[in-house]
């Protein structure tokens, strides 16, 4: 497999960046957040006047073999349906990429359903879901691999149209199972950091979601490298999320990571690929139990806390809007000196 | 003089309101705080399908006459200059309503400094700035009184042409400082909590505002209530936002609040008429140091914390996106009926 390779931008004109950003009518450091964000989308562009073009969000649908073990508070359909309700226009990511401006696009990674040709969904699935990790991998090493790649080529082909910003989404029941093994075995969190309520799991079905991943970790131990407990726990949309991280960073297009899901797909990219990390955006906390730690882990501040749980990309799609004011203000503020005002005296 | 009375919006929808955000294509609660905002917009507007029509944010400029005693990094000037940044397009708020959709209005509220018919510009003057609050109340009463009803005269008007969201922003060289006096006075906040580095002070600045502040503060005692608080250290632009916030609830308009000196109006403006809490959605929370007390005292979980200290409604024009979304999920989202997908199982 040739996965793209990502390098960290050049630092070369972090000083003007500075400059830019301090000359703008306003305290210096007053925009806080938006400051850093700014900077490091002229980083990850190289120049000093960044644009967001064609900005889009892939989300990518995908069954779970663990499903079956009971992980869920919804059954397995839902994933099919919700792919419909996706290409009809109806579900919370259409409405939230529709109010900011993104450009939407969905993938069918893996779901365990045949949809033959449905007009608006790209299809690269890999399998009708993944095998029940609870007994045996939950893919194999070329399945893991065609989906890394499937999500690189796709990144790729968008930048290849322009695209410069790249957000990141994910459907699947049981997927917040195999992102918290995910999570747990590729940072060292307690597992129990690592496992939350998914789409609404009561105390009961929480402690037998506990039950159901810790001995499927007693049955795999832990995995040697990050591309191994993705093979063994991960998900076809997990994969195929990190593979368009890397496939996009790799083209210089800025990444936005949403929640637990996504950021446990981050994870896994940026263990292959360290320098991801300097084209990722984290756009909100998630409440799902085991982001927080894992944004603590990653030692990242998101740009939004607003105790969504939903997936589906809906966080960065949220999050958009401040992404690019950070740009604007970039771009589009007058300085101390154009608009004549004067500066600290004090 | 006659402010606007603000009653509570009737809650006899919220049944109807409750059971509409939990029938769409998601997981029960998984909007986190979208979904209280939507039921909060639907109680205002009475509506289960509320609008937000015409989205205004007004920015109340004002001079201090407490600057003379040297609590700001900025000299007075800057408050005459930005105004004039504000009108040619150039400053954040510029940028920032631009970007959000926002159509912004720049009101002199008492800007020490004669700007004769400027295009764009509307002429609330009560004076030159107000007087040096070390020594004598900032204002008079017909001042404060005038201040208050032209602010709710503003607010009506954008109502009569439909508006049904108000953003509040400010601009007023030490402007924090008279917030600080008026979040003491009436949260009962220790002084020093209150106070912060404004644009910028360093520690020596600090220090010296502080000492200034607790010195007007014992010249002047408690004062009787929030019109008598408003009156002694408050800021024309802080007056006139109160007032809006009043006579834009009044008429079922949403009010955006925006960082401390915003929320300090807020404090005021709800001391009077209890009912604006209803009305009001926290945008953000500053880094100005008092913000995240007063916020807390408030009992209110505001939609950004990004650190920003800019004001100029800054905070609120980047949070309206995150209202706009609220409301297009309430709306526009698919229910589990309408898009055939499951319910919970477990």
Redo the contacts between chains.
Sequence with gaps: MMLPTVTSPSRSLDAALRAKIDS???????????ESLALQIGQVQASLSPTLAQPTLLVFAADHGIAHA?V????Q??TE??V??FL?G???I???C???GLDLRIVDAGVNADFGTLPGLIDRKIAHGTANFATQPAMTAAQCDAALTAGAELADDLANHGCTVLGLGEMGIANTSAAALLVHVLSGLPLVECIGRG????DA?LARKHAILAAALAHHGQPADARAALMTFGGFEIAMMAGAMLGAAARRVLVLVDGFIASAAYLVAQQMQPALSDYAVFCHCS?EHGHRALLRHLDVKP????????GEG?GAA?AY??V??AV??LN???SFE?????????
């Design positions: 703008k009518t306003k305290p210096l450091g007053a925009l806080g957040q938006l009971g869920s508070a919804y059954p359909a839902v349906q919700m419909l309700n009809s109806g579900a919370a259409n409405v939230f529709r109010a900011s789409t609404g799991l009561d079905g409440d740009l939004l806390d607003l105790g969504l749980r939903l809906s949220l809007p401040l690019n004011a604007a203000f589009d503020m007058a154009s608009a004549g005002v004067s500066e600290k005296t004090a």
